[in-house]
């Protein structure tokens, strides 16, 4: 975007009174602040839009966020729930990715009036992919833009050793999605739904398996479920039909690595950086090690009392990433 289109952009957002949209302007018009090496402005300008957006929580239409009621109970151990700041313009997403997400969050936010003409919006996610590819942030992600809570199953508080339990606890947390709208989570999802044919399974969590299909199916609340795996092949088929879309993630493109860097690095004095060497360097790494590698890059110069990005100290941060196994 040109100065002149971010104008334009906050101008309609703001008539529109799409704060959300409004503040992801002003955050994109300070990384490029930061990028040309105008850092002062930069650090301001978020600064602004952080003291702003707490006061600014509820959007100018429609409901506000939902109150978070703390799991309690047998509930408690099985439920972690929390407010996540996180929007999907923190994310460093392909476009195609981005589209589908923004679909998903468009089809919420007029749930009313789809529901109004025999529609449901997109509510049960599939999220498919290798570690560290942002499938849980992205669950953080959506509950931040719908301003609803995350709520993540933890998974061996809802599988215990006496499996005979599982399927009653997992009637409480489908409970629970109707009582409370939100993002339920279910992370490392093929411990939970793993094919039911696998002849190391015992029949206890087969039957454990066709709960949750059942609940999923009979489920009619207002919440979304979301489902992230590393191991797609380990799930049962019939799991596929029963989602609303299945979104596949992959290690970040040059072009994706690029864009995370100078966003991480962007409140710091990175305008020497030679990013097209650093993106060769970050070749295999997921969006994750990319991410921890720019913060220790920025660690090590802020200890050496400086703001300024050297390339020899990302591409070193970037080569501490790679595990002895990857780099052979």
Same mark, same amino acid.
């Given at each position: 975007?040109?100065?002149?289109?971010?104008?334009?952009?906050?101008?309609?957002?703001?008539?529109?009174?799409?704060?959300?949209?409004?503040? !992801?302007?002003?955050?994109?018009?300070?990384?490029?602040?930061?990028?040309?090496?105008?850092?002062?402005?930069?650090?301001?300008?978020?600064?602004?839009?952080?003291?702003?957006?707490?006061?600014?929580?509820?959007?100018? *239409?429609?409901?506000?966020?939902?109150?978070?009621?703390?799991?309690?109970?047998?509930?408690?151990?099985?439920?972690?729930?929390?407010?996540?700041?996180?929007?999907?313009?923190?994310?460093?997403? $392909?476009?195609?990715?981005?589209?589908?997400?923004?679909?998903?969050?468009?089809?919420? *936010?007029?749930?009313?009036?789809?529901?109004?003409?025999?529609?449901?919006?997109?509510?049960?996610?599939?999220?498919?992919?290798?570690?560290?590819?942002?499938?849980?942030?992205?669950?953080?992600?959506? !509950?931040?833009?719908?301003?609803?809570?995350?709520?993540?199953?933890?998974?061996?508080?809802?599988?215990?050793?006496?499996?005979? /339990?599982? !399927?009653?606890?997992?009637?409480?947390?489908?409970?629970?999605?109707?009582?409370?709208?939100?993002?339920?989570?279910?992370?490392?999802?093929?411990?939970?739904?793993? $094919?039911?044919?696998?002849?190391?399974?015992?029949?206890?969590?087969? *039957?454990?398996?066709?709960?949750?299909?059942?609940?999923?199916?009979?489920?009619?609340?207002?919440?979304?479920?979301?489902?992230?795996?590393?191991?797609?092949?380990?799930?049962?088929?019939?799991?596929?039909?029963?989602?609303?879309?299945?979104?596949?993630?992959?290690?970040?493109?040059?072009?994706? !690595?690029? *864009?995370?860097?100078?966003?991480?690095? %962007?409140?710091?004095?990175?305008?020497?950086?030679?990013?097209?060497?650093?993106?060769? %360097?970050?070749?295999?790494?997921?969006?994750?090690?990319?991410?921890?590698?720019? /913060?220790?890059?920025?660690?090590?110069?802020?200890?050496?009392?400086?703001?300024?990005?050297?390339?020899?100290?990302?591409?070193?941060?970037?080569? /501490?990433?790679?595990?002895?196994?990857?780099?052979?």
């Amino acid at each position: 975007m040109t100065k002149a289109d971010h104008i334009k952009a906050l101008i309609r957002s703001h008539a529109d009174g799409d704060d959300e949209r409004f503040y !992801a302007i002003a955050m994109q018009v300070a990384a490029n602040a930061a990028r040309a090496g105008k850092t002062n402005f930069a650090q301001e300008l978020r600064a602004l839009v952080d003291a702003v957006k707490p006061a600014q929580r509820r959007p100018a *239409r429609g409901p506000g966020p939902v109150p978070l009621a703390r799991p309690r109970g047998d509930l408690a151990a099985i439920l972690t729930a929390g407010y996540p700041d996180v929007r999907l313009h923190d994310m460093a997403l $392909e476009p195609e990715l981005a589209a589908r997400l923004h679909r998903v969050l468009h089809e919420q *936010r007029k749930r009313t009036t789809l529901e109004q003409h025999g529609l449901t919006p997109m509510r049960k996610l599939l999220l498919v992919g290798p570690p560290g590819t942002g499938k849980t942030m992205t669950a953080a992600a959506l !509950a931040g833009e719908l301003q609803v809570p995350l709520f993540t199953i933890q998974l061996d508080g809802l599988i215990t050793k006496f499996l005979g /339990e599982t !399927a009653a606890k997992l009637r409480l947390v489908f409970e629970a999605m109707a009582e409370t709208r939100g993002v339920y989570l279910f992370d490392e999802f093929d411990a939970l739904g793993g $094919e039911r044919g696998h002849r190391q399974d015992v029949g206890e969590i087969r *039957r454990v398996l066709n709960s949750f299909l059942q609940f999923l199916e009979m489920d009619r609340s207002d919440s979304l479920i979301v489902g992230a795996t590393n191991h797609v092949a380990l799930l049962d088929q019939a799991l596929f039909r029963r989602f609303d879309a299945v979104i596949a993630y992959a290690p970040p493109t040059d072009e994706v !690595a690029a *864009r995370l860097m100078k966003d991480r690095l %962007a409140l710091l004095d990175s305008h020497g950086v030679d990013f097209s060497a650093a993106v060769k %360097a970050a070749s295999g790494l997921s969006h994750a090690e990319i991410v921890r590698a720019c /913060e220790q890059a920025a660690k090590d110069a802020l200890l050496d009392d400086t703001t300024r990005i050297s390339t020899d100290g990302l591409l070193r941060a970037l080569a /501490e990433r790679h595990t002895p196994a990857r780099a052979g």
